[in-house]
Structure formats: C-alpha cells, structure tokens
DNA sequence: AACTTAACGGGATTGGTGTCCCGTTAGTTG
DNA sequence: CAACTAACGGGACACCAATCCCGTTAAGTT
C-alpha cells in the first residue's frame, strides 16, 4: 500500500489534506464506535467525513488502511509511565489503564478494530506491532527502576514484565470475549509480581 | 441465526445432509488455509465443496455462520489434559500443545480464523467461548491433581492457572503478532508456576 | 413400492462496493 | 497576484456477493 506512504510523507501537506485526514479519522472512528471493524465501509465514512469517496480510496485504499492510519495517529501520543514509588503501584496503573482503555467506548472499539484489522492486513499488523513495542517500552522504565531500587531481583527482563501483566487482559478481551474489570488487572498485577519476585523474568 | 439451529438439531439428518455438510467444514478449513478468515467466501466454499451456492446461504448464513460450525465440531472433539506427573510437565504439555496447534497450517489458520469470526459476529463469540471453557475445564483437571499432591497450595484457582499459561501465547499470536514458539511456551509455564506456588492463584 | 416433503441446485436478479474519468478547488511558488 | 499543479469531488460504470424463484433429488413413512 504506497498509499499510506503518502499519507506519512504528503507532497503537499498544506491546510485542506490535513483537514480532510483529520475529519476521516473523526468519522472514522464515530463509525467504529457504532458499527465495529467489519461495519466499516468507506463510503459511510466518506460520507460521514464530509469529503468525496473518491479521496478515501485514494488515500486510505480499505477500512484497514484508515484503521492502521488511526493506529499511527495514537501510537504518536506518547503515554508515559507513572511512577509511584513502588513497582506494585506502578504496575497497578497499567494494568488499570489498559482496563479503562478497552472498557472506554470509544477508545475500546479503537482498540478491537486495530486487531480485527490486523488479523487482514500486514500494515495493520505491523502498525499494531510497533504500537505496543512503543507503549511497552515506554511501561519498562517502570521495571527498570524497580531493579535499581532493589524490588526486583538484577536481570529481570523489563519488557517481558510489562507484557506479562496485560496478556491476561488482552486474552479475555479477544480470545474468551469475558469482561475485563478492576479485579482482573489487580489478579494479574499480583501474579506477574510474585513471578517477577520468584525471579522467574530472569532472561 | 436461526440457521445454526437448524445445524445442530436439523430435521432430516440423514445422509445427505451429513454429507453436505461434512463437505462444507471440510472445503471452509481449506479456504481458510489459503485465504484466511477475511479471503473466505460461500461462492467459493459452495464450489470447493461442490455443492449449490444457495445451500450454503442457507444453511449458514454467513463466513462467520460457517467458522461457528467448525469451531463447535472442534468443540466437541476432546482433548484430555496430559497426565505426567509432575504439573510442571503437564503444563508444559499444554503449553506445547497451543503453540503446536498455533503453528500448524490446518489448525492455526482454523484458530485465528475462530478469533477473527467472533470480532464481528456475536454466534461466533459465544462459540469461541465455550470452546475455550471447556479446554480450560479439562486441563484444569491436572492442577487439582497437584494441588491434591502438595504441588501447589491448597484453594489455588485451577482454570485461572490454566488460563495463565495460555494468555502470554495468544496474546503473541493475535495482539503483537510474534511468533509463538516453544520457549516462549516453556517461559509462560516457569512463570505461571513461579506465581502460582508463591499462591498468587488462590481465590 | 408408492407417497410425502425436507433439503438441494441452477439460474436470474439486485444492491452495493470499488474503480475510473475528468472537471474543479485550493495550496504553493515566483 | 498570477500561474501551476497536487489533491479533491461528482458521477458513470463494472463486478461480485447475496437473495429469490422454482424445479429436482432423495430421505423418511406407510
């Protein structure tokens, strides 16, 4: 898809293309919160963006080209992590943030759309893999600090930790479609910092 | 979908209509290994199979309609939890047997296409949901064994263990789209263990 | 073996998605 | 501010999936 290289790298990045991307993205994502990744059509969403048909194909090409555009735009926003002191504490408000994530409206139809998409589509699936490599780079700072400040044992595999705790969640999200809530994310906390304690994330 | 119904407890079930439909399963697994969930359509399942068109439309519906039925015929194929001994070794063999069963082209393109169909059809969500319910119940059978040998602490949550080994391969295989390989599986089962003999599993 | 009817199959029809052509709009350049 | 051209937009068109109609086949019944 040299379209999406076109969308990175436009020609003419002037007012209306920026006008016309941030309105189908808009609509874009108003569709998915009401229809899911497989209702997404681009001429509603042409429609709903106010711009011509034409133009989505042109520069999107499929529902999984604006859903992988979406996804870049998001990986752009940079969530860093918190620290509150203690890797327990920390890893509680990733675990919580994921929660809230998946369980927003809108955001939550964002994410499932990201891995419908990339279940069809190699962009997707590379957009959606630099996406978490990102995100959970950024979570490892969290880990690292824990070792240095001797929570955890020297070795411990930082990204490897942070994955640990929202594969559970994510599991239930796609696999067994079972509610993600508050006690999910604080079992899962629990059980990752035991391993982690246990040495177990020792590469 | 009162079609699915109509599967299951279907009117006339004798051999013809067997045959029919033991010829769809049969061409859809094979047009998912070529083409995938998203690629799979009744025109050409009807015609893989060799049977009408209208058949298929009729009797399932939809891609997803189709998915449903293969997943609840795998559903009802069991898979007894390994007996090894030891719950480290059978929990790696249940490991090994999901990253098996991911990697193989028959099966894994059967298991993401399952995944895939229950994103966009509620039929499908509730298939996949029991298929995965009753795996998770037989293998739990292995970590109450342990638990009754003094493996692991008593109350510790059996199909929670279960489900622990499982989340960090699934969540590679559709979330970060890694490959799920056998260290990563045998990494998955050091680490559930780790956590759930220090009793971060118990209810 | 004759009868009934559930289930199948072929072919026509339709609706909507994706493509193409070409005129128009509006950033950009000098 | 005038010329240039990238990007947009409307409408026509092609194509394929999905549905419908109705005749045919064969499972089950007596």
Redesign the interface.
Known sequence: MEQLSRVAGTVRPGGRTARVRAAVLQATQDELVEH????LTMDQVAAAAGVGKTTVYRRWGSPAGLVTDLMTELADQSSPHADTGSIEGDLRANALAVCEAVNDGRLGATF?AM??A???DEQA?NA??AF??RRVEEWAGAVELAVERGELPKGTDAM?VI??V???L??RL?????PVTPEVAE?SV??????A?????IA
Request: hydrophobic share 40%; with cysteine.
């Open positions: 899911g990744f497989h209702g499932q891995i419908a990339a279940t069809c699936a959606l893999r978490y490599r490897e994955r640990a929202s594969a559970p994510y599991y796609v696999v067994t479609r079972e079992r629990q059980r990752t910092l035991a391993a304690r246990a040495g177990a994330f």
